[in-house]
């Protein structure tokens, strides 16, 4: 009886009864069709805004945070159909500190935003050492190095300078071994018969540049630098940058240092240093007009003192 029952019935014909609403709707009037389509996109319209009135009232934080995030997706949707100019970044603390490979913050990166922003282009960032980004600007790979020191006149035949955005303290240090008596060094002098290594492209000072009475080594980034020294090629890191250099000394795990006690003070301009590409000459232009008025109205102050950061004189 049960297979009798099962073999006898049949799924419900859904083409045949679609068919039927459809030759119902069809007969209905175009204006009567109109008029009930008008109704339902009226009554959506008072549903939504029903709940979201519900929402707002009874989540206000969470109705702000949808607001927010849907204000940023606009904003980050602006941004992105901006030309772009590509930057390097590397820690310099307090100008640009650098968390992670990926990440990294401070007033220098606020500034550059804010001043290409303004002529109409947004930055692109890449972490990149000082003498490997001077050699991709070179090569037309990128288009900014912010914080750059010492425009000499053998570096503007090569670079372009952007507007100083301020003087900052720039002293110079050296770092020796333990086991290396660091009052032993303590004026230039000290200095000959000794090995020093150094970052390759950075200016430090002209009497150390122009020296002969003691060796150089030049390495592309701290991390080679400081393995120099440990494996004894080097005897003296020469350095302006305190926490990046002991940043890389830590984290092969060496602390077997100290800094000598001769230190070579002086104050130096902070720069953008721009690609020589022409067709980013205006361009560059613009941002250096951009640079002198932020300068003049306080930001670049308000910048630093956000970051409660000593701004440049």
């Known amino acids: 009886m049960r297979k009798k029952l099962f073999r006898s ?23 009567a069709l109109h008029h009930w389509s008008m109704s339902v996109f009226l009554a959506v319209v008072a549903l939504s805004v029903l709940w979201g009135g519900f929402f707002a009232v009874s989540r206000p934080e969470k109705a702000g945070a949808l607001m927010r995030t849907f204000s940023e997706k606009v904003e980050i949707s602006r941004t992105e159909a901006l030309p772009v100019l590509i930057a390097s970044y590397r820690d310099g603390p307090p100008d640009m500190v650098m968390y992670t490979k990926d990440r990294h913050d401070g007033p220098l990166k606020v500034l550059l935003e804010e001043a290409v922003k303004r002529i109409g282009y947004r930055v692109q960032w890449i972490q990149l050492s000082y003498s490997r980004s001077v050699k991709a600007i070179e090569e037309g790979k990128i288009d900014i190095i912010p914080y750059v020191f010492y425009k000499t006149p053998e570096r503007e035949k090569e670079m372009r300078f952007s507007e100083s955005l301020g003087l900052r303290p720039r002293p110079v240090y050296f770092i020796v071994k333990g086991n290396l008596d660091k009052r032993s060094i303590a004026k230039m002098e000290d200095l000959a018969g000794y090995t020093l290594g150094y970052r390759d492209k950075s200016y430090y ?5 122009s020296a002969t009475e003691y060796k150089k080594v030049a390495y592309q980034d701290d991390a080679s630098l400081v393995q120099g020294f440990i494996q004894g090629d080097v005897d003296i890191i020469v350095l302006n940058n305190q926490k990046a250099t002991e940043r890389a000394l830590y ?8 800094y000598a006690d001769l230190v070579f003070n002086r104050e130096s301009d902070i720069y953008f240093l721009y690609s020589r590409l022409p067709q980013h000459a205006k361009t560059f ?14 930001t670049i102050t308000q910048i630093y003192n956000s970051f409660d950061a000593d701004p440049p004189k």
């Open 9 to 31: 019935w049949k799924a419900p014909d859904f083409s045949a009864w679609l068919a039927r609403l459809r030759i119902r709707l069809l007969g209905i009037g175009s204006g």
């Open 205 to 209: 000072f002209a009497e150390f540049h």
């Open 251 to 258: 984290a092969v795990g060496f602390n077997d240092f100290q």
């Open 285 to 298: 232009d613009r941002l250096d007009e951009v640079l002198l008025q932020m300068k003049k109205e306080g």
